[in-house]
């Protein structure tokens, strides 16, 4: 009798690990298994990201890499650990909270440079407080591609290389199956972990984070020494989460949480739970059912920012000594913020200078979008075309006219508007085909709006993941015009208004 042959046991997964932060002792970072995921099955992949991480071409079809990122098999190298920090929940100390449901397997050599891969959803850790440590699909499918959708657009953002998913039960309003959603970023050390070591008066540890994040994420600080040091530090966060929060500003992105613990040391947009695009304009607009004060509406994410750098500022003192360059270093958000604003906003109106009245002239247009709750989106998109081809059609400003129910005051708005990109450009007229052109490269045609992630839940849920795979290829170049994705770049349907989405999402 002749035996079959024997199937050869594929080789190891092997990846560059390296742990760049196991110096900083375990007072930061408690090494932690992963829990298992039972029966875990692909629900999205980002093969865009897996090319930029180096990662090899078949990745995917290795049988480890499926398990390794469901949490049911540690490579060789990777350190799964959680991590502790503290922080402000809105705008109440909290006191120690920490990864509850995230690990980090480790840190990664990549072409992107050294990035930390972390498991999210994969069980409990130290730091659950009597969680599940568990997400479900829902929260992992919107995660992975708010990040992706993110950065397509060109925010700061934490990445995501994939989604998986298992028949596994997880308890939450309803009985929801679970998923892991692997993260990838180069660090994800918040606020609060300095928040953390500060209110604990552990000052050498708080020394040796700082020291840590300047020479792994700002080595142009390292020649600074003393006090100098850490203002710097907090100089260059005030820098970063200004220039944030002007692009979430500028692109109608509503986080939902911007508690200290959930921003990012390094100005990135950090954990994607109720957030949402504005369908709408509303400066008001809540989109986190729990925050029932409204503290995290739109319009007040850019002052909660330089509120949230106070609280980093406080937690930098026993470094930094005085007050007084602490407060500079701060200070320099209310400059900083607005300036980047403007710029965004000018370039969204295809202005390619400046002028003193340009701020009059986008809040009196915000205004009027806000009077008739006009799509944000869509009127961005629809401005840029109509610029682009008003040089020769005498009616191309008819489709955004449309938006509007006071007819009159966009009619005003628009023949100043008008003057004022014609004196910008030194052709006037005749060259707003490119300024509309360039328009475009600024104002995306397409983004994550709710019903757009709902829909593709929902086919997930059945075990359809098509509509993720096509979303996510669609949010990697939102500026492009995707024909054959057209209804997604319309208005959303009456039905998503009744999407809710809270701190379990």
């Not at 270093?329 to 906003?345: G, H, I, N, V, W």
């Not at 400046?354 to 799509?375: G, K, P, T, W």
Request: hydrophobic content about 40%.
């Amino acid at each position: 009798m002749i035996s079959a042959p024997a199937t050869p046991t594929p080789a190891p997964l092997e990846l560059p690990w390296q742990q760049a932060d196991a110096h900083l002792g375990s007072w930061l970072n408690t090494p932690c298994l992963p829990t298992p995921l039972p029966a875990a099955h692909w629900v999205g992949r980002n093969d865009t990201l897996r090319q930029a991480l180096g990662l090899p071409t078949d990745f995917w079809q290795h049988p480890q890499a499926l398990e390794a990122l469901s949490g049911n098999l540690v490579l060789v190298g990777s350190a799964p650990h959680a991590s502790v920090y503290s922080g402000h929940q809105f705008g109440v100390w909290a006191g120690q909270l920490g990864d509850g449901r995230a690990l980090s397997l480790g840190e990664l050599q990549t072409p992107m440079g050294v990035q930390d891969i972390q498991l999210k959803g994969a069980g409990p850790t130290p730091y659950s407080r009597r969680g599940d440590g568990r997400a479900v699909l829902r929260s992992s499918i919107r995660e992975f591609l708010a990040s992706e959708a993110m950065h397509g657009l060109g925010v700061a953002t934490t990445r995501a290389l994939c989604v998986t998913g298992s028949p596994g039960r997880v308890q939450r309003e309803e009985i929801e199956t679970a998923a892991v959603v692997t993260r990838v970023a180069p660090s994800f050390v918040r606020f609060g972990h300095f928040e953390h070591f500060a209110s604990n008066g552990e000052h050498e540890a708080l020394r040796a984070l700082a020291d840590h994040v300047i020479a792994h994420h700002m080595p142009q600080l390292q020649a600074l020494s003393g006090p100098e040091r850490y203002v710097g530090l907090l100089q260059e966060v005030t820098h970063r989460t200004a220039k944030l929060m002007a692009q979430w500003q500028a692109y109608g992105f509503c986080h939902g949480v911007m508690n200290t613990d959930n921003m990012s040391i390094l100005g990135l947009t950090l954990d994607y739970g109720p957030f949402q695009f504005l369908d709408g304009f509303d400066p008001g607009h809540i989109c986190n059912h729990s925050d029932h004060q409204g503290r995290y509406a739109y319009a007040r994410q850019p002052q909660v920012a330089y509120w949230n750098l106070f609280c980093l500022g406080q937690a930098l003192m026993p470094l930094i000594d005085e007050q007084a360059p602490a407060l500079a270093a701060l200070e320099s958000y209310k400059t900083t913020f607005p300036q980047a604003l403007d710029q965004r906003m000018r370039a969204k109106l295809g202005l390619t200078d400046e002028h003193e009245q340009d701020r009059s002239l986008i809040n009196s247009l915000l205004q009027a979008m806000h009077q008739d709750r006009v799509d944000y989106t869509v009127f961005w998109r629809r401005l840029s075309h109509a610029v682009a081809e008003s040089h020769h059609a005498q009616h191309a400003f008819e489709p955004v006219r449309d938006l509007f129910l006071h007819r009159e005051v966009f009619d005003a708005w628009l023949d100043t508007y008008v003057a004022r990109l014609d004196n910008a450009n030194q052709a006037g007229a005749n060259n707003r085909h490119a300024t509309g052109l360039q328009m475009l490269t600024t104002n995306p045609k397409f983004i994550l709006r709710n019903h757009l992630g709902e829909l593709a839940i929902r086919q997930a849920k059945s075990g359809d993941f098509a509509m993720v795979q096509d979303l996510l290829t669609v949010l990697h170049t939102p500026y492009d015009e995707h024909p054959s994705f057209e209804s997604w770049a319309g208005l959303a349907p009456e039905w998503a208004a009744s999407i809710e989405i809270s701190c379990s999402s």
